[in-house]
Nanobody, 116 residues
């Protein structure tokens, strides 16, 4: 089965940093390397929103709310995508999901809580 497993979430103070990882399995490295990967987040009572995207060529796109603070990257040798989150704010509190955009696969999510 194709699996996306997020890790790295947790409780952090306002202004702190976290690094999320999304490890994929069940697909070849060739497929992963040509795929677009994204991070989404969903806060309680709100719709899921796109946070960041990275294409096969390494081009990145960010939501306005996280520009300058978050960085998405990928390691094709490890079939893994990352989200470096700096200068975290309470409004960043949400469940963060990794998505294999090409096939529409989602991970189960990892909770990020930022305290003020």
């Amino acid at each position: 089965q194709v699996q996306l497993v997020e890790s790295g979430g947790g409780l952090v103070q306002c202004g702190g940093s976290l690094r999320l990882s999304c490890a994929t399995s069940g697909i070849s490295g060739s497929i992963f390397s040509i795929s677009t990967m994204s991070w989404y987040r969903q806060a309680p009572g709100k719709q899921r929103e796109l946070v960041a995207t990275i294409t096969s060529s390494g081009s990145t796109h960010y939501a306005d709310s996280v520009k300058g603070r978050f960085t998405i990257s990928r390691d094709n040798a490890k079939n893994t995508v990352y989200l470096q989150m700096n200068s975290l704010k309470p409004e960043d509190t949400a469940v963060y999901f990794c998505k294999f955009e090409t096939f529409g696969y989602w991970g189960q999510g990892t909770q990020v809580t930022v305290s003020s």
